[in-house]
């Protein structure tokens, strides 16, 4: 039987609502593969282990229910929720468009400031090449997208970018820890970032969604042996 007993204590050294605090929590052990698809959670269980009531448990369980990582099965409870291939496709699907839209409206909108920004997070990305450490590289690929996302200054785009790369994050992973990838990922960054920088719209679009296909076929090629049909 899958227990929690690997999920680590929280840290409440913050300002955050605990909410708040326990949904990221949960919502990095289920990217981060500690909380299994397919695991029950149980509130009792989770709240003892994290140290606070069952309040800030349960309202985080149905909020990691809205984005997709957790699913409720009547008369069962909660668990986290497995992605087949089929669901790894159609969020890419998705994806692939707002991706499009996202590189598109911010080549309108991004300010100097920001494109500077863009250039340095791409410069950190490609630093991260040769190092081991995969953690870092997924946080130096989120940190260049998101530039691009808050230049949309679409909130509501952001939201659902945000969401969709999540369902999908345990998977990154194992594609990151690639330095053939990681390097493949950084050369498609750059692509967009040109298109950014020389104000043309429709390539940054065109680029962006190559870039979302071509992560897509090589995590659902790596995944094929893990993921169910």
Do not use: W
């Not at 309202?59 to 009547?74: D, F, H, S, T, Y």
């Not at 008369?75 to 929720?81: D, I």
């Not at 950190?124 to 230049?151: G, M, N, P, R, T």
Request: hydrophobic share 40%; glycine share 4%; aromatic share 6%.
């Amino acid at each position: 039987m899958v227990t929690v007993n690997e999920l680590e204590g929280l840290n409440l050294n913050n300002y955050k609502p605990l909410r708040e605090i326990v949904f990221n929590h949960l919502r990095e052990a289920i990217i981060g593969g500690v909380l299994k698809p397919g695991q029950r959670l149980m509130e009792i269980q989770l709240a003892e282990k994290l140290g606070v009531s069952r309040t800030p448990v349960r309202e985080a369980i149905r909020k990691l229910e809205l984005e997709g990582l957790v699913v409720m099965v009547a008369r069962k409870g909660a668990y986290v929720a497995d992605v087949s291939l089929n669901d790894v496709i159609n969020i890419f699907e998705v994806r692939m468009a707002l991706e499009g839209l996202a590189s598109y409206l911010a080549t309108q909108r991004m300010s100097e400031r920001e494109l500077m920004l863009l250039q340095a997070k791409h410069s950190e990305f490609e630093s991260c090449f040769y190092k081991k450490d995969v953690d870092l590289k997924l946080q130096k690929d989120i940190e260049f997208h998101d530039i691009i996302y808050k230049a949309t200054r679409n909130s509501r785009l952001i939201n659902m970018l945000d969401n969709l790369r999540e369902q999908v994050g345990r998977y990154r992973k194992t594609y990151m820890n690639s330095y053939d990838l990681a390097h493949k990922v950084g050369v498609e960054h750059e692509r967009i970032l040109n298109a950014i920088v020389n104000r043309d719209c429709e390539k940054a679009r065109e680029y962006a969604q190559q870039h979302i296909e071509s992560l897509k076929n090589n995590i659902i090629k790596q995944s094929k042996n893990t993921i169910g049909e």
